[in-house]
């Protein structure tokens, strides 16, 4: 199972609407198929590795990450296959929050008198799986912000001059994370500044599925001909949908959506109409303004801090305090999940305490 799970990551940002599932096919103790889920439309993790393993499939055991499915959708069902290739013993990381499939796969196959085991390195499973169950629960992405800081908790310095703060080993897990997500998200400064490019610098397991774009822009400050909206890649810009957007490049989209105030667009909208585009995990960026809002509304699901044996003194940090206490209702409290060296950075992933 741990195999298949390595096999699945490997679809993260790839695969929606479809979920990223990895399975390998055992006989006499040796895998002789596997495979992962690439994108929607492909054949799924089950069907790659049983056509891998073809005649050397009957009697052997098929590791899965995901719950087979069991309805036709792009592709056949993956129960069909399964039975059809003669396994004798299948094993699941996790049901299907799809309510479609959930329970029913795992019944077809017990049915056909298939040994079936359900649980195994089912957290791990899960974690995987959350962009898509957030997705399919809620209508949704998972949000996970990031933000790469000093050892005195700042973002830049005051006269906003752009400078490194992390490593270059840092910025390669920047861009991994970037790769598994389906979308990269800042504001409408951090845009202005930075005209920050957002695709990730390594190469995607489906290269012409790239990244979404997304600006956070409520009063159409940014230009059509700024260098932020001139990349080459599809771009959503969501603003105030009192205000008229003026033709911009073809690969940027426009997108009205209400405010909650002056300036500050209604998060919960974006969201949707991101979730709509199947967009499963979304990046937050920042800067700061965006940052402490997502966490203020409680739209965050994780958050990864970036920091480096730096300190700046008197600079901009991420201003959380201030903003917190104007935009929040109570206390906001999370929990370290992972702390990792990064040498000489440390990456710090934190989850919200549910209250």
């Given at each position: 199972m741990?195999?298949?799970?390595r096999?699945?990551?490997?679809?993260?940002?790839?695969t929606?609407?479809?979920?990223?599932v990895?399975?390998?096919?055992?006989?006499?103790?040796?895998?002789?198929?596997?495979?992962?889920h690439?994108?929607?439309?492909?054949?799924?993790a089950e069907?790659?590795?049983?056509?891998?393993?073809?005649?050397?499939?009957?009697?052997?055991?098929?590791y899965?990450?995901?719950?087979?499915?069991?309805?036709?959708?792009?592709?056949?069902?993956?129960?069909?296959a399964?039975?059809?290739?003669?396994?004798r013993?299948?094993?699941v990381g996790?049901?299907?929050?799809?309510?479609?499939?959930?329970?029913?796969?795992?019944?077809?196959?017990?049915?056909a008198?298939?040994?079936v085991?359900?649980?195994?390195?089912?957290?791990?499973?899960?974690?995987?799986?959350?962009?898509?169950?957030?997705?399919?629960?809620d209508?949704r992405?998972?949000?996970?912000?990031k933000?790469?800081?000093?050892?005195?908790g700042r973002?830049?310095?005051?006269?906003?001059?752009?400078?490194?703060?992390?490593?270059?080993r840092?910025?390669?897990?920047?861009?991994?994370?970037?790769?598994?997500?389906d979308?990269?998200?800042?504001?409408a400064?951090?845009?202005?500044?930075?005209?920050?490019?957002?695709?990730?610098?390594?190469?995607?397991?489906?290269?012409?599925?790239?990244?979404?774009?997304?600006?956070?822009?409520a009063?159409?400050?940014?230009?059509p001909?700024?260098?932020?909206?001139?990349?080459p890649?599809p771009?959503?810009?969501?603003?105030?949908?009192?205000?008229?957007?003026?033709?911009?490049?073809?690969?940027?989209?426009?997108?009205?959506?209400?405010?909650?105030?002056?300036?500050l667009?209604?998060?919960?909208?974006?969201?949707?109409?991101?979730?709509?585009?199947?967009?499963?995990?979304?990046?937050?960026?920042?800067g700061s303004?965006?940052f402490?809002?997502?966490l203020?509304?409680?739209?965050?699901?994780?958050?990864?801090?970036?920091?480096a044996?730096?300190?700046?003194?008197?600079?901009?940090s991420?201003?959380?305090a201030?903003?917190?206490?104007?935009?929040?209702?109570?206390?906001?409290?999370?929990?370290?999940?992972g702390?990792?060296?990064?040498?000489?950075?440390?990456l710090?992933?934190?989850e919200?305490?549910?209250?």
């Open positions: 741990a195999a298949a799970l096999l699945a990551r490997m679809g993260l940002g790839s929606a609407p479809n979920p990223p990895g399975a390998v096919v055992v006989r006499d103790g040796r895998a002789v198929g596997q495979g992962f690439v994108r929607a439309g492909t054949p799924h069907a790659w590795a049983l056509g891998q393993a073809g005649r050397r499939a009957e009697g052997a055991t098929l899965v990450t995901l719950e087979p499915c069991c309805h036709q959708g792009r592709t056949p069902p993956c129960t069909d399964i039975l059809r290739a003669g396994v013993r299948v094993v996790t049901l299907d929050p799809n309510p479609k499939v959930h329970g029913r796969g795992i019944e077809i196959l017990r049915r008198s298939l040994d085991e359900v649980g195994i390195l089912e957290a791990e499973a899960r974690t995987l799986l959350r962009g898509f169950a957030t997705w399919v629960r209508h992405p998972w949000v996970i912000l933000a790469a800081l000093t050892a005195d973002i830049a310095r005051v006269d906003s001059r752009r400078l490194r703060i992390t490593s270059e840092t910025h390669l897990w920047v861009h991994h994370l970037r790769a598994t997500c979308a990269v998200l800042v504001g400064r951090t845009a202005d500044l930075d005209a920050p490019d957002l695709r990730p610098r390594l190469p995607r397991m489906v290269p012409d599925k790239p990244v979404l774009r997304v600006f956070l822009d009063d159409l400050s940014l230009p001909d700024h260098p932020a909206l001139g990349v890649a771009t959503v810009v969501f603003h105030d949908a009192a205000r008229t957007p003026p033709p911009g490049p073809p690969h940027v989209r426009y997108e009205g959506v209400p405010t909650r105030a002056p300036g667009l209604d998060l919960g909208a974006v969201l949707r109409r991101l979730a709509a585009t199947d967009v499963h995990r979304l990046l937050v960026e920042g303004r965006v402490s809002s997502f203020a509304e409680g739209r965050a699901d994780e958050m990864w801090l970036f920091v044996p730096t300190v700046f003194g008197d600079v901009a991420l201003g959380l201030s903003r917190l206490e104007t935009l929040s209702t109570g206390p906001l409290r999370w929990r370290l999940r702390l990792y060296p990064l040498d000489p950075d440390w710090c992933i934190l919200p305490i549910e209250t």
